[in-house]
């Protein structure tokens, strides 16, 4: 996203306005929500940091709806465009979230880039969003979506152009929807309820985690990109390669040395496909075998 | 001169190529890596002459800087946070050895707990090693910064290294229209190191930074330093305007924004100037006329600057993004050292507020100027401040709850 941010934050700039773009991360893991804003104005731009109200809010990965941490709705009021990169009808999306503004998806017919192609999925992101915007000329967008590509192959700039601009191309139906923001409220906003910090206990006050398991709590499965599956007709029970090398102990044993992949806590990273010795654990796209399980 | 969008570590980055910086003595460290991987880029690609070093921790580099300013190269190099830290002992010692070459820190909040966002602790761990210490507000002033300071540094009546700040995400991730200087117009402002007497010359040996020494001449040399800091204040005045002529931008010691009939004036450093700034604004259309004061030097203090933008205020919001622990705000206890006993002061308020990169809204500027107007009224010093909401502490009770009390009991917290 922060590359849709660049290129959106590009084409503005080349179209004439005063622009500002940055993303905004914690740790750097697989999985972690990452935000990026772009201002736009015809004056200097001062504030910076996260948007307080912004006028459109493009979400990447439709999974973020439904976590509260990510924190995708916050701010949005009646009067914010919502762009969500899926192909479900932007009325149901509505709905299941109870989203107060207009939502935006990908037209009928129009199929987006796989989410595991960041490169292209940014691409098309921005296409939605700048056309939503419709203040962006199609060459000078096609010129941002190569600008940042630079540096890649050849294959993979064409890859960007072309994505980038199948998704403006498909968005015709709600070009310009999105009105320039107004200046801020007139009225002064509400007093912050702040408070005196008291000191605590210093048990208490140490960052310390005193709780056992809470990692259980914390569900790793969904930083993954790929899923490992075991194919149990091969594997042949040696009962503890996989399960010892998994580095985040997702792998247990049943009694009868038959190894269970723990879903919510595997995060992906292929080790036990590695060295299984049957070979008898197989690399499938997540999100694949997440359609599969929706649409047996 | 172009126009371009870019962040304020690629700012840095272009002004340590700008400058024809010869040696880049490097670690990397979030958020700062990306100034290296540019430059590295720029050297690898025969774009920059300069030689890159990659070190093994940051407390070499900062040697490896200063010895290689010492021998007459202009050198450049960039850290943050715990980087900072951890080259502190070699940051204290750089400035006595009146080697100078140009650091810039990228601003992050400090261990512990951790976090990648900004605050200026680290920077301010840094106030009394005898670096100059330039605060930047936009990814312009990083670039330009970068130039002043090496005309600062090597400044025969300064000769210290000088630190450059800009804050981690707000400045050194943000992409913003940066002016890029034309080279020819840079070498024209700042022409290559002329290391007077410093640096080294076949047949002229000179052995650099001597000997273990007795407090007697231990005081001269680090009076020196200090004396060469307040030299460094009118200095800098002097290059300012000489950088407005050649690029029609004014970087002054401080900065003022609406300050001449303000009643209430916000003090504080960095780029949160920009939210200070708009609030200012809105605040003015509600009626209450307020400005903003950013120093830019920290060190040296410019004291009588800031005397004189507030004489005649009615109260002071100092916003320090900081905390000097069993203290309080740096900015706060600066200030009300630098006004101490001087007539028609204003009242001075402390707030406490971005920490860690926590951001600080526009209601809470207007609560804080509020604050500080209505405690001059009473003529009442407030106790400081933290910027922290109930909202807040519900969710960290939260957090709590899961990771287990430690045994306290509900009743006592
Ligand atoms: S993919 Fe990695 S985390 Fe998941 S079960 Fe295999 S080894 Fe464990
Ligand atoms: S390593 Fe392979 S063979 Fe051994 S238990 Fe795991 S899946 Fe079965």
Wanted: hydrophobic residues 45%; contains cysteine.
């Amino acid at each position: 996203m922060k590359t849709a941010a660049n290129i959106l934050g590009d084409a503005l700039f080349a179209t004439g306005y005063e622009v500002q773009d940055a993303p905004r991360y914690g740790a750097e893991r697989r999985g972690a929500p990452m935000f990026a804003y772009v201002r736009a104005a015809d004056r200097t731009i001062v504030e910076r940091g996260a948007i307080v109200t912004p006028d459109l809010v493009v979400v990447a990965d439709a999974g973020l709806l439904g976590i509260p941490a990510a924190g995708v709705m916050q701010g949005a009021s009646e009067a914010t465009w919502l762009f969500v990169n899926s192909t479900e009808p932007a009325q149901a999306i509505r709905a299941q979230w109870r989203y107060p503004g207009q939502v935006v998806s990908w037209p009928a017919g129009f199929t987006p880039p796989a989410m595991h192609n960041a490169a292209a999925t940014s691409a098309s992101c921005a296409g939605a969003a700048a056309r939503m915007l419709g203040v962006i000329a199609r060459e000078t967008f096609e010129s941002a979506l190569i600008a940042q590509s630079t540096g890649r192959s050849a294959g993979a700039i064409e890859t960007t152009r072309s994505q980038g601009l199948a998704a403006f191309d498909a968005m015709g139906g709600v070009d310009r929807c999105v009105p320039e923001g107004g200046e801020h409220p007139a009225t002064p906003p509400a007093s912050p309820d702040w408070i005196e910090l008291g000191a605590d206990d210093a048990a208490l006050a140490a960052p310390d985690i005193y709780a056992q398991a809470t990692s259980e709590q914390a569900r790793t499965g969904l930083w993954r990109s790929h899923r490992p599956v075991i194919d149990y007709e091969h594997c042949n029970r040696c009962s503890w390669v996989c399960s010892t090398l998994c580095p985040d102990s997702a792998i247990r044993v049943d009694e009868d040395r038959t190894p269970r992949i723990h879903y919510d806590h595997c995060k992906g990273c292929m080790v036990c496909v590695l060295v299984c010795p049957a070979h008898a654990i197989r690399q499938v796209s997540e999100q694949a075998a997440q359609a599969q399980e929706i649409e047996p | 001169m172009s126009r371009l969008l870019m962040t304020g570590n690629a700012a840095a980055a272009w002004g340590a190529r700008l400058a024809g910086v010869e040696y880049v003595p490097a670690f990397p460290i979030t958020p700062q890596t990306e100034i290296i991987e540019m430059l590295a880029g720029w050297c690898e690609r025969g774009e920059m002459s300069a030689r890159l070093t990659m070190y093994e921790s940051e407390h070499s580099m900062v040697t490896g800087a200063a010895s290689a300013a010492a021998t007459g190269v202009r050198t450049f190099t960039a850290t943050s946070s715990q980087g900072l830290l951890y080259a502190m002992e070699m940051v204290f010692a750089a400035p006595g050895w009146r080697a100078p070459f140009v650091l810039v820190n990228v601003s992050r909040a400090l261990a512990s707990p951790i976090t990648l966002e900004p605050d200026h602790t680290d920077v301010l761990a840094a106030r009394d090693s005898g670096f100059i210490q330039i605060h930047c507000a936009t990814c312009q002033e990083v670039l330009d910064s970068v130039l002043i300071a090496y005309r600062l540094a090597e400044h025969p009546r300064v000769r210290l290294p000088v630190l450059v700040n800009q804050d981690g995400f707000h400045l050194s991730f943000t992409r913003e229209p940066v002016d890029l200087p034309e080279e020819a117009r840079v070498r024209a402002f700042l022409p290559p190191f002329d290391a007077h007497q410093a640096g080294f010359r076949a047949s002229r040996p000179v052995s650099q930074v001597v000997a273990v020494l007795g407090g007697s001449p231990y005081s001269y040399f680090r009076y020196q330093v200090h004396l060469a800091q307040r030299e460094a204040l009118d200095v800098y005045d002097e290059l300012a305007a000489e950088f407005a002529a050649a690029f029609g931008r004014h970087h002054g010691a401080i900065e003022t924004y609406r300050c001449d009939d303000a009643e209430v004036v916000f003090v504080l450093i960095g780029s949160l100037a920009g939210q200070a700034k708009q609030a200012a604004d809105r605040l003015r259309e509600a009626g209450l006329k307020v400005g903003v004061v950013r120093p830019r030097l920290l060190r040296p203090y410019p004291a009588s600057a800031l005397r004189a933008a507030l004489r005649g205020k009615q109260a002071v919001a100092v916003v320090d993004q900081n905390l000097s622990m069993g203290s309080g705000g740096v900015l706060y206890a600066e200030l009300a050292g630098a006004l101490q006993g001087c007539e028609y002061m204003p009242l001075l308020v402390s707030f406490i507020g971005g920490l860690g990169g926590r951001d600080i809204g526009d209601a809470e500027f207007f609560a804080m100027a509020n604050e500080a107007r209505d405690a001059a009224r009473r003529r009442e010093v407030p106790e400081p401040r933290l910027l922290y909401t109930a909202r807040e502490l519900r969710e960290l009770r939260k957090l709590q709850a899961i990771a287990g009390t430690g045994g306290v009991q509900e009743e006592t917290r």
